[in-house]
């Protein structure tokens, strides 16, 4: 890991912190799914991942990809933080003429791909990874998703074709947090047993506990799987993790923090 285990525990509240501003101030909904997945995004950039600015243009740059991209503002913080951007264009977040709008686009230095339309994220994913073996790079691919992402036919599609191809420095994240736009992602489409249906496709598949930085980015610190099959970390999540009246409550993938709200939720991430 490149950063402390202090250090990526601060680093994941700041990100919190951000997330909740951002979206109390432009008034943008997907709140629950972005604090959902702050530690992954946290590993990904200080503890897995070689995700360096001064390398942004390099061709055998590690490589991520938030397909999940209802989730930007956890990005953006991230991206911000790490000096892809500077800080301040935070503070124009989903305004018009922004370079960061409400879902990640190209352009954006740090921005892989335009992802909002899911299903996307792991098919290119997998032709970037494959695009680095054939030009004889060995760096890795990471790829964020969400549960629901997990609906789309395109997804297992990936599924089937990634383990054929031997893909091992390729490693999905998924952010189960058991919720959905309308629904538990368990009874719309019957995801379980999640872990073992990838598994089944030929992957790698391994469940950790969501929130548990330390373990997702010793797994992606891993060394590729000796047998070829690419890692998918099935992360179990809570939905508005870090903020007490917004864990769980899927009102929160629409609702906006209101003034009063936002200081509540600001309140239990002291110490920053």
């Keep these: 890991m490149t950063a402390s285990v202090d250090e990526l525990h601060l680093i994941a509240r700041r990100i919190r912190k951000t997330v909740l501003e951002l979206s109390h101030r ?8 972005s604090l959902s997945c702050v530690e992954m ?6 503890g897995g991942l070689n995700l360096d600015p001064a390398f942004a243009a390099d061709v055998s740059r590690d490589r991520f990809i938030l397909s999940k991209g209802h989730a930007a503002t956890t990005l953006y913080a991230a991206l911000a933080m790490k000096g892809f951007f500077p800080e301040s264009w935070l503070e124009d977040y989903a305004k018009s003429g922004s ?9 954006t230095p740090g921005i892989e791909m335009a992802t ?5 994220g792991l098919p290119v994913g997998i032709g970037l990874a494959m695009a680095s073996r054939i030009q ?52 719309v489409t019957a ?45 179990h999540t809570v939905k508005g993790k870090g903020v007490s009246f917004m864990e769980d409550d899927n009102n ?6 209101s003034s009063s709200e936002l200081a ?7 110490p920053l």
Excluded at 205 to 222: F, Y
Excluded at 264 to 270: M, P, S, V
């Design 252 to 257: 929160w993938h629409y609702r906006i923090p």
């Design 116 to 120: 909002g339309s899911l299903g996307h």
């Design 26 to 33: 432009a008034g943008t909904p997907h709140l629950g799914s």
């Design 191 to 235: 995801l379980a047993p999640l872990c073992e249906k990838w598994s089944a496709f030929g992957w790698r598949a391994v469940e950790v506990d969501g929130h548990d930085v330390v373990t997702l980015s010793q797994w992606l610190n891993a060394p590729p799987d000796p047998d070829g099959r690419p890692t998918v970390l099935v992360a």
């Design 99 to 107: 370079p960061l709008g409400e879902h990640p686009s190209p352009g």
């Design 41 to 46: 995004v946290t590993a990904a950039y200080w």
């Design 136 to 187: 004889a790079h060995d760096n890795r691919v990471c790829v964020l998703m969400s549960d629901g992402e997990c609906n789309e036919g395109s997804v297992w599609e990936g599924a089937l074709f990634a383990p054929s191809q031997r893909l091992n420095r390729l490693t999905v994240m998924i952010d189960y947090n058991k919720w959905q736009a309308t629904g538990r992602s368990d009874e």
């Design 264 to 270: 509540r939720a600001l309140a239990e991430l002291q």
